[in-house]
């Protein structure tokens, strides 16, 4: 089975500063990895993914994470951000043939 | 635009009502799965089905039960709602091949009075 540790519950930055959310998993099998943001209100939605292949992913919204085999990580981080980033980020990671883990998020507040 | 709808968006109810919370998905897809989310927490999977007539219970227990008679619709019934079940109820499908994510839809916040 899966499990997923998001390491800060709260990350205070100030507008167009850069940020890391951290997260770790842990697997025995090989593993598809995601990160989902969720507004005020609102469900979550896909931010970004990794499958295979190139070990950074990039989305549209430049937010970038980076899959760590050795050291079983998938940080997500942005080198700038916007009022509008504040939200609470989620870490998942789902293995071949089972369904999703979910972290326990990340509360992303961007300070003017 | 969301592909997935549920309904009610807020509710509040007194204790000992029978409620049904709505989710319908217009994608076609053969996963759905509720999760249950409380403010710092991880999600807990509370329901899944894989098709049509296919449920199972998750990793949470929930007095909650839910149907699959058609793809696209997968409701949640409490037959008699406790305070301890307020809580935000999410609604999240995928397709059936496993590198896809999931679309969630926008939950249900629930609170029992």
């Known amino acids: 089975a899966q499990s997923v540790t998001q390491l800060d519950s709260q990350v205070p930055v100030f507008e167009e500063a850069p940020v890391e959310l951290r997260c770790n998993y842990s697997s025995s099998v090989s593993v598809y990895l995601f990160w989902y943001v969720q507004y005020p209100n609102q469900g979550l939605q896909l931010l970004l993914k990794?499958?295979?292949?190139?070990?950074l992913v990039e989305s549209i919204n430049g937010f970038e994470a980076e899959f760590n085999k050795s050291q079983t990580s998938f940080h997500l981080r942005k080198p700038s951000v916007h009022i509008s980033d504040t939200a609470e980020y989620f870490c998942?990671?789902?293995?071949?043939?089972?369904?999703?883990?979910f972290g326990a998020g990340t509360r992303l507040t961007v300070k003017p | 635009e969301a592909d997935i709808y549920q309904t009610p968006r807020y509710l509040v109810i007194g204790t000992g009502k029978k409620i049904t919370l709505e989710c319908s998905q217009t994608m076609g897809h053969d996963k759905m799965y509720w999760y249950q989310q409380d403010p710092g927490m991880e999600l807990h999977l509370i329901h899944y089905?894989?098709?049509?007539?296919?449920?199972e219970k998750g990793d949470l227990s929930s007095e909650s039960t839910v149907s699959r008679i058609r793809t696209e619709h997968f409701p949640l019934t409490l037959e008699s709602a406790r305070p301890s079940h307020t809580s935000q109820y999410l609604c999240?499908?995928?397709?059936?091949?496993?590198?896809?994510?999931?679309?969630f839809g926008s939950g249900t916040r629930l609170t029992v009075v």
């Open positions: 999240a499908s995928r397709p059936g091949w496993t590198d896809n994510g999931y679309t």
């Open positions: 990794y499958l295979s292949g190139s070990t």
């Open positions: 998942a990671v789902s293995g071949i043939n089972n369904d999703m883990r």
């Open positions: 089905s894989y098709g049509v007539n296919s449920t």
